[in-house]
């Protein structure tokens, strides 16, 4: 093992640091349009008419574009991973504010904007919902007449035709029986947590450059799986996919913002019509009206023994998911089986609901739903123990989900390091010593938070190694690296299998006519499944290269000189090797009633998080003084990035925790800017430990699995819990801003501030 | 057989036409500068000093690089296929007229260009030699000090370290003992024949945008050796090759103008100096500097029995390949030992000649030699026969190399349709009738001609079918489409494979990452060789998807569905299959002294005409009214892309037979231009007939083999007999310009044209 463990730095360094690196952004095509968006200013209402009169005829305006333009061309122009319920442009009617309507087509951007700013639509309003308990009541504003399931899942198609509801999907998950075991329990806790609407914000916005040719078409895009928009864009045009040429560069970021179709519909759409290259690239400010993180809402009630062992759990949440579906009726249901948590309960009832509302969309962030999910039930774990008066780390020891021991749907869990993961947070959080309280204003305080995530299934993903006759090695990835190092990670998983330095190894990422199928970078599932489908394309080559060798002669075994080998084979320098690799995991599809599955997962994710905090007991504010991430990543290929990793997604989920959301005005974002949204800043950066336990994932490639989920999932709760230990008050909301501390604590003292007071 | 034999439209057809179709010449990238080139005025010389101050200082003009730059940066700039000898720009010498010195960089071409006006170069002159016999003589100017092999082909090793010759190679064949039989020999014939020197006009000429990376490297240029030109680059770099991307899209014809290596090695140069992209892109003037055909002295000898049988042949063949090698080497080799012509002979002696003189270097062009060959054996067959009171056409049929007979490197003969294409022709000539012999000044005439390529070993082609999971197939090759719809013809076996229509068939071509290796779109090769590694490729596809079918459970067959496939194995539209092919034919290397081998080619060429002509005889202009080609193309895979074939090489072997030639003043080309090179226009076309003999060749993709040089082989012979026929007199030179043929005809009646008189 010489290339795994190897902290290399990232293969791209370099080009990125010195501005050589491709971004969709950067790039220009002759003959080029650029356009600009016009979006709707309500969030429910018919379209009556648009206004663009003016636009069309300002200097430099190449056309404007509108839904039914867009009808033309493409006479079913829905589009969604999930549900085919999104319009390119809207159409008939807009459902939230920001909603693209009509698009301006000119050769410089600038003069672009400038005419959509003299674009006016008038609207019929209808009464929004946002709430997402709110839209499930039986006479909520509708936001979508039909349920329209895509077909690319087939256990969402029994949803199709389902009229007047606001439900996109009802997940429910059966097991042991609940009511008997509630009805048995010693003790029972109901709470309810609330996570509020955020963003994603790669600092690479999304931006595509579709590029028409001849019944052909190239398309450029900042996408995390351009295998799905490949088709995606097939299926909208009627064309068989490989008259569709995805391409990705490098992306700035990603985080579930830029998975499935996002603006390529709208690329494709406006390149078609105009018959010239067209790029969609959105400003940072228009990420807010783009794609987010589902606010959710999650009843959490717990049935508990004289013991102090979980009998009973059940769970309802609600996720809003925003006007159009993406991606997350997958959300509701594949993340929703883990709602009661790493936890060995044997009764369990799960219902999971997917809501529309007249709120941006929401898809998949870092964690696919589950940060969401562990602040709730690990603020509920931590009232439990409080409750019990036991201490946090040991009620957990007592209630874990250990290997062996069937998890919820049912599935035995096999190396997940839940235990492990709990042990070293309460090592390095120096648990069994007590902290220093604090005295006057401020205090202190510590907790924990751990969760776990099952990896998407079913999916597949391929890759190619192609030998050159120098013993050069280029791989085909559709994994994107988007800052995660996973074309180092594919590098050295080629490199160990043929021997070689991963330096020497090339990665080619994001090429839909090179690179197999993949079904995306996205769910921490690249070095796992992408790593084995690599792992195994590299095998295939090693083992023509051992053919190869035997056929000339070569002694046998794996040590010998590649360019002797095409040598001796040619007669000159020349020919190559391609070794294809494809993996699948095994996978046994849940009952669509009770949720249970021999095999739901290749395998489980696993992260915690223990923070100290103070609290200024006097303005609430926060300040985390230290914060200590752990996951369980299997064998590490790349220590240095995986590290970085984990602490990027500790740091995100910090912002999630402490500072961001998005404020609403009825149905206007009133912060879509980033001086009014705030992300952590390198100064908002407590003192962390971030570390990887040593394990092994028996599946994936040499032991390893996927981390870059992990970090998120105890960051909210731990800080939560911290203050809870600090202060005494609990919070079940998200963002944990000094306001919310503030009141909490007044509250608690019997002295509420007002609503207007902060 | 579905697919085979359809004469579907190129695939590429619409995007020419719509001017969608991508060449490099039209491509723009940002930042990119334009190089144009200050060449030598003198045939040999050194180089004293070059004046770029004037340039340098012009307003727009970003960098004049000489060789004395170029060296920093690569310290040992010399290129080329069979020997390292040329300079990317001039060092110390130069060696022809027209020799790149040094380069000027801007972003407008047009400055560039009137920069390059400004230069001027100081030169001491030295003896120059231009004819091809004239440097062989013991005391001829020297053209390179020393013999630098490349190292590619492992047989032209053995020349390393010459010193004082401008032998490049002598290759020799001996079979038999010719010396014995010429004694023995009833009737002893000795003719001379020589070809001029003439060029490619492919009517895109070479370009070359090279984009530098971090350490890495892309190339998007004009080539049909795409691979060659990644190993090339990579060595002058002494980087490995995975860090050179070459692309090739569409070339605008190559001829074998874009075989091995031209422009490439400058523009990687200059963007490396740069640190920007930089495209060379050269005028249609400056392809007469470039690569040129070789003229040839061919000296043939032949000894017959009192039965007319040839027993006895010796080749001796001098060619002149200019200033620096190319591929010259390799044609005097591999193409001198089909010199003796398709004819059953027992005693046979060649030697070949790749001769070094100050004249443009000069390459493979479509026939690789062979059709300079053919004129000369074929004029002397006719010569022979005549001598003998034979008819031409039973002459040959007394002679011929049959099937199951040795060629003369030993070889047995097979699949080569010598004696078809001969009937073939004889029977679409009417030969059996006698013809109109015309009156007065106007007489008619008619010859024949027949010539035959071995293909080009050792050689090896890859290929990849990528199946998605609609059904719709992607090829990747590195055979190049450059007219002659290479990518039809491999979307066409794919589908015969795979039970599709060819047209759902995208073929990717030109990509050294995405494609394997392929020795070179050249040579008459792609169709066997390509085809070969592309069937293959489709096969393991099959067999793939026959093993995913069985799986999951389809019955067995080829009949299945394939989205219902993958959908049956994935649960959604995913995945999959990639089958990889590589094609490496058997072949035995000669004996380096004999030229024995037991297998020299994996097949034949067969190819020949049959020509009309009018001459009038108080001009010496030929009007050739019938022109018949034939060719072997084995299994037919498009009909009438096989058809338009034929008759382009015809037409092209037509200019070089009666109206094409460069000429020269000393070193100087002083035609340099098309309005005064004469090139065949649609107005010169004769009435033609072009058609291919049914056959099948065992080894070949469903019994297909190669056509892009075997039109090429019989004009220029046919005419010339054709002429003999109709006024008597033998012309053995080229071109047969109204000049030569009024010259002969006065000569024959002892009145001959002063010099200086037309």
Known sequence: MSQMGRSIPRLEARSKVTGRAEYVHNMRVPGMLTAKIFRSTVAHGRILSIDAEEARGMEGVYAVVTGED????????????????????????????????????????HIAEAAVQTISAEYEELEPVFDEVEATLPNSPIV????????????????????????????????????????????VFEHEFRTQHVLHVPLESHASLAIPGEGTLTLHTSSQTPSFVRMEIARLLGWPENRVHVKVPFLGGGYGAKVYVKVEPL?????????????????????????????????????????????????????NGGAYADIGPRVAQKTGFTAPGPYDID???????????????????????????????????????????????????????????????????????????????????????????????????????IGFKASISPTTSG?????????????????????????????????????????????????????????????????????????????????????????????????YDVQELFRKRY???????????????????????????????????????????????????????????????????????ARTQISGGAIMQLGFTLTERMEFDGGQVTNASFADYKIPGFRDVPPMESELIAANQENGPFGAKGIGESATFGVSPAIANAIHDAVGVRLTSLPIKAEAVLRALRAAQGNPLAEDEE
């Open 70 to 109: 867009v009808r033309k061309i493409i006479p079913n122009p829905y589009f969604g991973p999930a549900f085919h319920d999104q319009p390119i442009l809207a159409l008939d009617k807009v459902r939230y504010v920001g909603e693209a309507v009509a698009a301006v087509l000119a050769s410089d951007p």
């Open 347 to 449: 009764n369990v009832s799960i219902d999971s609901y997917e809501v529309y509302t007249n709120r941006p969309p929401a898809g998949a962030l870092r964690g696919f739903g589950v940060p969401q999910l562990v602040w709730a039930y690990e603020s509920h774990t931590d009232l439990i123990a409080r409750e019990l008066g036991l201490d946090p780390v040991e009620y957990r020891r007592k209630n874990i989900l250990r290997d062996g021991r069937p998890h919820a749907t049912g599935t035995i869990m096999k190396d997940a390091g839940i235990d492990a993961v709990l042990d070293r947070i309460a090592e390095r959080m120096n648990w069994s010593v007590a902290i220093d309280r604090g005295t006057g204003r401020i205090k202190r305080g510590r907790g924990i938070g």
């Open 267 to 319: 690329a494709v759409a406006l390149a078609l019509i105009v018959r010239r290259p067209v790029k969609v690239a959105l400003t940072m400010e228009e990420q807010f009206y783009t794609i987010t993180k589902h606010p959710v809402t999650f009843r959490i009630k717990s049935g508990v023994d004289k013991d102090g062992r979980i009998t009973a759990r059940k769970c309802d949440v609600y996720w």
């Open 463 to 559: 890759a190619i190694v192609n030998v050159s006759a120098d013993g050069s090695v280029v791989i085909f990835t559709n994994t994107i690296d988007m800052g995660q190092g996973s074309d180092t990670a594919m590098a050295q998983l080629a490199a160990e299998v043929l021997n070689i330095d991963a330096e020497k190894v090339k990665v080619v990422h994001g090429d839909t006519d090179a690179a197999p199928y993949d079904m995306g970078t996205l769910g921490s599932r690249s070095t796992f499944h992408m790593g084995n489908a690599v792992k195994l394309a590299a095998e295939d080559a090693r083992d023509k290269l051992v053919a190869l060798a035997a056929e000339v002669g070569l002694p046998a075994g794996t040590n």
């Open 144 to 187: 979508h007449d039909e349920l329209k399931p895509a077909g690319t899942f087939a256990d969402l198609k029994h949803l199709a035709g389902r009229k007047n509801t606001n439900i996109a999907l009802d997940y429910q998950l059966r097991r042991g029986d609940v009511d008997k075991a509630f009805a048995a329990a010693v003790h």
């Open 571 to 641: 007669g000159m320098r020349a020919g190559n090797i391609v070794g294809v690799g494809s993996y699948v995991p095994s996978y046994t599809p849940p009952d669509p009633k009770t949720g249970q599955s021999a095999n739901v997962t290749p395998f489980w994710m696993v992260g915690g998080a223990g923070a100290e905090v103070e609290v200024d007991t006097e303005t609430g504010h926060v300040r985390v003084t230290k914060l200590v991430n752990v996951a369980d990543g299997g064998k590490i290929i790349n220590p240095k990035i």
